[in-house]
């Protein structure tokens, strides 16, 4: 069973940055399509980013250019770089590999 954990959320003001990390307990991040989810309360969860096996990225229209994601293989670890958050980018951030999610970090903007 892959297990998948997420860190890095926390409270930033709307400007500000983070960097959410995922790490896989399975040693394929290379091979694998790696996306993150974001849900606020009483919202659907949604797309926000993807890196595919051969490192191709795709992001939601309105996180381009402001959110990156990377990965680190030797680490199993996928990236979220998140530059110039907003108050709507407040929500809870999932990382998911084939069809596995991991519990969640939170990420509050305040204004």
């Known amino acids: 069973q892959v297990q998948l954990v997420e860190s890095g959320g926390g409270l930033v003001q709307a400007g500000g940055s983070l960097r959410l990390s995922c790490v896989v307990s399975e040693r394929t991040i290379s091979i694998a399509n790696i996306e993150w989810f974001r849900q606020a309360p009483g919202k659907e969860r949604q797309f926000v980013a993807r890196?595919?096996?051969?490192?191709?990225?795709y992001y939601r229209d309105s996180v381009k250019g402001r959110f990156f994601i990377s990965r680190d293989n030797a680490k199993n670890t996928v990236y979220l770089q998140m530059n110039s958050l907003k108050p709507e980018d407040t929500a809870a951030y999932y990382c998911?590999?084939?069809?596995?999610w991991g519990q969640g970090t939170q990420v509050t903007v305040s204004s």
């Open positions: 890196i595919t096996w051969t490192a191709s990225t």
């Open positions: 998911t590999k084939n069809g596995y």
